[in-house]
């Protein structure tokens, strides 16, 4: 690792000008010799010597964070996608069934949902590169963007499947819609369990989001 | 601030080496010099010297962008708060209105949008702190925090009652539930009005957040 061999090398080239000059070191963090020898992958690595420890933890922390959402976001999707009820009765021309292409916003929801699976699986090779370097902004402004779009893509996602889910769970007596949850009472349990995985992942993106901005901002 | 002294320290040690070995100066950036002259109010001036221009313009910028996203905030709760319809045939016992507090989506709604206005208000003074000194980093990272959760909360609201507006328009035939705009059409309309405002609200606060990570990231 060169981070390393700079530093050892910037400690001795301070303590051997400081011996000469006969004064007290006050704190190690001397950015010219940094910058001259640690300009690596695209100069994202300029400012190498200042934060790059707490910045990598906080990647880090990104990078797991991350993966919990991209498991909140796969377990909303699967379970949306797999619902479906046929009830045990029928009329001679009609069978009961309920599944999730039925509303409009549960079909929104499991296309929003899996979009956000493939951008996270799609996103973890960028964290990581973010991990092994904590000071590339271009990849950091990149997440950020990104997780902001997946933000709003999964809130919308998730509330309006939760409008729907509400709506289908009490009725609306003004409206005149009624509930069909005694009818379809697993369909609803479930369409509910991916609603609250769905909320659950937008709070990992805007967690994300946060991440960055921190990672962001000067050390 | 022990940190600049430490900087001034080290900025002087290592011109003074250059000089010995006979060196002519790379990058002519020495931060020291520009740390003792503009260390201003609580310290958020410390980087003064670089990029300062540019991160003013961008925080002008977020201002204008910031009464814009008031605008459509405020007209999004009026339209939906003042949306009203008695319809002009009754019965002898009922009297068919329709407002926005028949349905909770709709009252979530105003409420959640109300609380945004609310927000932008107070935020329009941070808004000129960050114009006048663009390297508050502290008044930066609280802007693009709360932005963040607005974001969320527009979106939320927004989605959540264009999920109803819809239903109201199309019906679904799945659910049995009737479209009421066939009655309602004025209350339908300004509805989805306001839910249009809302969505334009929702995206001037992601707008407000890029700008933020903009002016976050390192000059």
Redesign the interface.
């Known amino acids: 690792m060169s981070t390393d061999s700079t530093r050892i090398d910037v400690a001795e ?2 303590m051997t ?2 011996e000469a ?1 006969g ?1 007290a070191p ?2 190690a ?5 940094v ?2 020898k640690s300009r690596g992958f695209m100069g994202l690595r300029r ?1 190498a010597g200042r934060g790059g420890g707490y910045k990598r933890g906080i990647a880090i922390f990104d990078f797991v964070v991350r993966l919990c959402t991209l498991v909140a976001a796969i377990a909303a999707t699967a379970t949306m996608a797999t619902t479906d009820e046929t009830l045990p009765f029928f009329t001679q021309f009609f069978q009961f069934q ?1 599944s999730y292409d ?4 549960f079909q929104f929801f499991v296309v929003a949902m899996a979009i956000a699976c493939v951008y996270l699986g799609l996103s973890i090779p960028l964290s990581i590169v973010s991990i092994i370097r904590p000071h590339a ?1 271009a990849a ?2 990149l997440l ?2 990104f997780d ?1 779009g997946m ?2 893509l999964t ?10 889910v ?3 769970h009490v009725g ?1 007596s ?5 509930s ?1 949850c005694q009818q379809f009472n697993n369909f609803c349990q479930r369409t509910s369990g991916a609603v609250v995985a769905a909320f659950l992942a ?1 709070l990992g993106f ?1 967690f994300l ?2 991440l ?3 990672i ?3 050390p």
């Open positions: 080239t301070e000008s400081r000059k004064k006050l704190l963090d001397p950015p010219g010799q910058d001259r400012h309920a039925d509303l409009p916003a902004v950091r402004m950020i963007f902001l933000v709003v809130t919308a996602a998730a509330s309006s499947a939760a409008a729907i509400y709506l289908a609306n003004n409206a005149n819609w009624l069909i937008m805007m989001v946060v960055s901005a921190v962001l901002k000067k």
